[in-house]
């Protein structure tokens, strides 16, 4: 995807770090904080972000087993905290945490990526029948953001070296977030007539630090990578602690 360069001043780590700021004012909801300020409608941008990064990691990885093995196992540890955190259980079997949403979409990508130097035709009837099986897989499944997550995933995935590849993330990104995923509403009286603003909507705005992009890694290292697979779960069983406390 080509942008003007000059923009584009953001690296990984900056994305990182943003992605996870986002994601606690997403789950501050669990301890009563978002009820006080709009730091839910914040924390939608999170996603996006994270969903981005997961297209990025998979292109760049050495190793896509060692990178799927990875994802797997911190999926599966983070399963205890996301459950204590979102449903107040240890066990909850009708919602998977989020890292299985990219489990998928990564399991879906590294099988189009294989069809994609040998054959255009195949890769195109690859890639359709994972946007289709992929949505559906989320909602089998029931992994985090369902199967509009794994769509979010694949979107990146499949404009990421188009040349005007940022007007169909965009398109699809409001298309999915603003239209298919729905849920809470705001009301916002325009010209006297009232409109109706999805709060997932505001997950479209992720694309502005995602654009800004410059391709870079910036300050990286093993440390920092682990620490942020490993902030997911901890942040989780702090919040769940915090939300029997408070």
């Given amino acids: 995807m080509q942008r003007n360069k000059k923009w584009q001043f953001i690296n990984a780590f900056h994305l990182k770090l943003l992605a996870m700021a986002l994601m ?20 939608r941008l999170a996603f996006p972000i994270f969903a981005f990064q997961i297209v990025e990691g998979f292109h760049q990885t050495k190793s896509f087993k060692k990178y799927f093995l990875r994802m797997l196992i911190f999926a599966a540890v983070s399963e205890i905290p996301f459950n204590l955190m979102a449903e107040g259980g240890w066990i909850y079997p009708f919602h998977q945490n989020v890292m299985f949403t990219f489990c998928i979409a990564l399991l879906l990508m590294k099988w189009m990526e294989n069809a994609r130097e040998k054959s255009k035709r195949k890769f195109i009837l690859r890639a359709v029948v994972s946007v289709v099986g992929g949505f559906l897989l989320g909602f089998i499944t029931m992994v985090d953001y369902f199967g509009y997550g794994v769509l979010m995933v694949l979107v990146f995935y499949l404009f990421r070296d188009l040349k005007f590849g940022w007007i169909g993330e965009l398109v699809c990104m409001v298309y999915i977030n603003w239209f298919m995923m729905g849920g809470k509403e705001y009301i916002v009286v325009i010209n006297g007539s009232e409109n109706y603003i999805p ?13 800004l992009y410059n391709g870079k890694q910036g300050p990286h290292g093993k440390v920092f990578q682990y620490a942020c697979y490993a902030f997911y779960p901890v942040h989780m069983i702090v919040l769940a602690i915090l939300m029997r406390i408070l």
């Fill in 24 to 43: 606690l004012c997403a789950h501050l909801w669990s301890i009563g904080a978002a009820s006080c300020n709009r730091l839910d409608d914040i924390g």
């Fill in 199 to 211: 709060q997932q909507g505001f997950a479209v705005l992720a694309l502005i630090p995602i654009w």
